[in-house]
């Protein structure tokens, strides 16, 4: 499977288990890159992470797993950007509607199929010179679908030419659905959103996947049909790490 576009491997169950990076270190980026995950996630839009960090995560992370970066918005010079970069794809926020999917989708590939501007700088490098004829088999975009906007929209979304998946992002999702935040949420109303997602997107043969926490709440959505999960953020498990040994060292003392 080595071989095929990620948002294939992603479909055919090759790659289920994400970390999540929001700090700029490189070192830590690469360990978790190295811990086992199936690829990483650089995240812009709520990480401390910023355009000038990007070559460095990537360098650090690729040799060992695909880096996809989420984007801070929905920004079609940005999927440029990151692209030209190296990611080996977007996650693009905020997703609205299907012309915001649309104009992030033509960003990505070069004319007659998009409007992306030619200037691979370090995807030449990692692919060769091919790189703008091959572009299919090296960039994934995938919208996060997190607005009633989005999900009013969703079947039309995945529609759209050349998207490679679509991500739920919980919180907002449920927020927007008026539940109040749903990471590793189990209400009705927002079960009933996230199985609709994903019936949408593989109706179009595209990958689903999910941010989340517990590990019980996401194989339930492992089971419920959901791609790829995210199931460690660097952040999240520095501090966990350090509450546990705060607690083992502290025996009765708050975690």
Do not use: C, K
């Not at 970069?85 to 649309?102: C, T």
């Not at 927020?175 to 199985?195: H, I, K, N, S, T």
């Not at 790829?228 to 546990?244: I, S």
Request: glycine share 10%; charged share 20%; net charge negative.
């Amino acid at each position: 499977m080595d071989g095929l576009p990620l948002h294939e491997r992603m479909r055919r169950g090759a790659t289920p288990h994400a970390g999540w990076i929001t700090l700029r270190d490189p070192l830590a980026a690469e360990a978790i890159a190295r811990a086992g995950v199936d690829l990483v996630v650089l995240d812009l839009q709520h990480g401390a992470i910023e355009a000038g960090d990007v070559v460095g995560l990537l360098q650090a992370v690729q040799p060992h797993v695909p880096a996809l970066v989420r984007l801070a918005s929905v920004d079609p010079a940005a999927v440029n950007r990151m692209l030209d970069l190296g990611a080996d794809g977007v996650v693009v926020p905020l997703v609205e509607s299907v012309d915001d999917a649309r104009r992030v989708v033509a960003a990505a590939f070069y004319p007659p199929a998009g409007q992306r501007s030619l200037g691979p700088v370090r995807a030449a490098l990692r692919h060769g010179p091919a790189y703008r004829d091959d572009v299919a088999n090296h960039v994934t975009v995938i919208a996060m679908i997190e607005t009633a906007g989005a999900l009013a929209a969703v079947e039309e979304i995945a529609a759209v030419p050349g998207l490679g998946g679509l991500f739920i992002g919980p919180a907002d999702l449920g927020l927007a659905l008026g539940l109040g935040p749903q990471v590793d949420g189990r209400d009705p109303a927002y079960l009933a959103a996230r199985r609709r997602i994903v019936a949408a997107a593989h109706a179009h043969d595209l990958p689903v996947g999910l941010y989340g926490r517990e590990p019980t709440a996401l194989r339930a959505a492992r089971a419920d049909g959901v791609d790829w999960v995210v199931v460690a953020n660097d952040l999240g498990l520095l501090q966990d790490g350090v509450r546990e040994r705060l607690a083992a060292m502290r025996p009765g003392d708050p975690a």
